[in-house]
């Protein structure tokens, strides 16, 4: 199937309330542009290099997602245009995501990444470590920044049973956090749900899936 048909497959299985990111991390313009002219304009990367020279080579009305684990000294890079950065995990970046945001004069929404997986490679924080950071008033004080929601990616794993564990851990966590809102916490995004599991996800109450090789077929690593 041609990407716009993958595309148009995996809409018209999507509720109205969830928001497709297609991951286009690897894959070169030629082949995101199909996909834009299929009429999609979500993208998402997990290096900031890469996002910035399609960034730069593509159309821009395109509303870019940073989906990676993030250094901190690479947010400069992308903070003119980014649109939601998925993967903060610590205070220290989001302190410099505040601070770029600000020579820009915008406001960059984030989405902090909860550890679900039990797997060691899986970045992330606790529900604990996400309600301290919330409640604290070095948090208040960053005017540049938003926090509108988590994100987390389940363990490598066939079995269902203990994805959907870790969905809904996901799920809970959200609404754990959900009665804290504040001017820069506004909890309205669950990212969760890939290619294999997106389905899943959305029954454990995703509203945001990041999909890439259901639309744009195996990635090749070199
Ligand atoms: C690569 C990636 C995806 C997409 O994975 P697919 O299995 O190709 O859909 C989603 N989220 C993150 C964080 C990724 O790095």
């Known amino acids: 199937m041609s990407i716009k048909e993958n595309l148009s497959s995996i809409k018209s299985k999507l509720p109205e309330h969830v928001t497709l990111v297609a991951v286009s991390k690897t894959k070169p313009v030629d082949t995101i542009m199909e996909a834009y002219e299929a009429g999609h304009n979500t993208f998402g990367e997990n290096k900031v290099q890469e996002m910035v020279e399609k960034y730069e080579e593509m159309p821009k009305d395109i509303e870019w997602h940073m989906i990676g684990h993030l250094q901190r000294n690479k947010v400069k890079y ?104 504040t001017t820069n916490f506004k909890p309205e995004t669950i990212s969760m749900g890939m290619s294999g599991d997106y389905q899943l996800a959305i029954a454990c109450g995703s509203t945001m899936i990041r999909v890439g090789s259901s639309i744009f077929g195996a990635r090749n690593y070199q």
Not at 113 to 131: H, L, N, P, R, V
Not at 136 to 162: D, P, Y
């Open 78 to 181: 992308m903070a003119n245009f980014v649109r939601l950065i998925h993967g903060v995990d610590n205070f220290k970046l989001l302190k410099e995501i505040n601070k770029q945001a600000k020579k820009h004069d915008r406001v960059i929404d984030c989405l902090f990444q909860i550890k679900i997986a039990e797997e060691d490679s899986k970045f992330g924080m606790s529900t604990y470590e996400a309600k301290e950071i919330i409640t604290s008033k070095s948090f208040s004080e960053l005017k540049n920044i938003r926090i509108t929601g988590v994100m987390g990616m389940a363990t490598f794993t066939n079995n269902e049973t203990q994805i959907k564990q870790e969905f809904n851990v996901l799920k809970q966590t959200f609404e754990d956090l959900k009665p804290l809102e």
